[in-house]
């Protein structure tokens, strides 16, 4: 299977956006953030859309929206932090490309997170403290979802050379 279709799955503040922008250029591909997608279509946050329409919504605008790169022959993709989670993502996921599970840890998540919690609906009310309980939360509740990734990379390998070294061993 070549890596012609690339999905980055992890928690937020785990670096899909930016590692997706770094391997679209490595395999000359286009590369896209499924959030970015969702926010455009909508014309509203993503915090918006879980207000005013609920999260019941926005999963499955998420799931029809990942569903047009079926058609897409080549791309990398960071998907949302609970897009597997949901509507049988993962199992598409994985039938349409490889999944690639960026398996940060809890301690750098919490650095990350704390420097952009303006940025980040979902936690910019809260403390250092509560935001490293709550990405602990969503750990456990997703780690099921995550660990059927076909690929997991924990800090000391989401490098440039172990992501090249991983879509090489791929490349037909």
Known sequence: MA???????????????????????????AGYDLDDLIEMTEEKTISEIFEED???FFRKLEAKILRWFKEKKKFVLATGGGTP????????????GIVIWLDESLEILVQRLAAEKAHRPLIA??????????????????HAY??????????????ETGLKKLIQKHAS
Not at 6 to 20: A, D, E, P, V, Y
Not at 126 to 142: C, G, P, T
């Open 3 to 29: 890596a012609e279709k690339i999905f980055l799955i992890g928690m937020m503040g785990s670096g899909k956006t930016f590692w997706t922008k770094k391997i679209a250029k490595w395999i000359k591909s």
């Open 54 to 56: 609920g999260e019941d």
């Open 85 to 96: 989670c949901f509507q049988d993502n993962m199992n598409w996921m994985k039938k349409e």
């Open 125 to 142: 009310h809260l403390s250092n403290e509560e935001i490293a309980q709550f990405i602990q939360q969503k750990l456990v509740e997703r």
């Open 146 to 159: 995550y660990q059927q990734a076909d690929y997991r990379l924990t800090s000391d390998q989401i490098t």
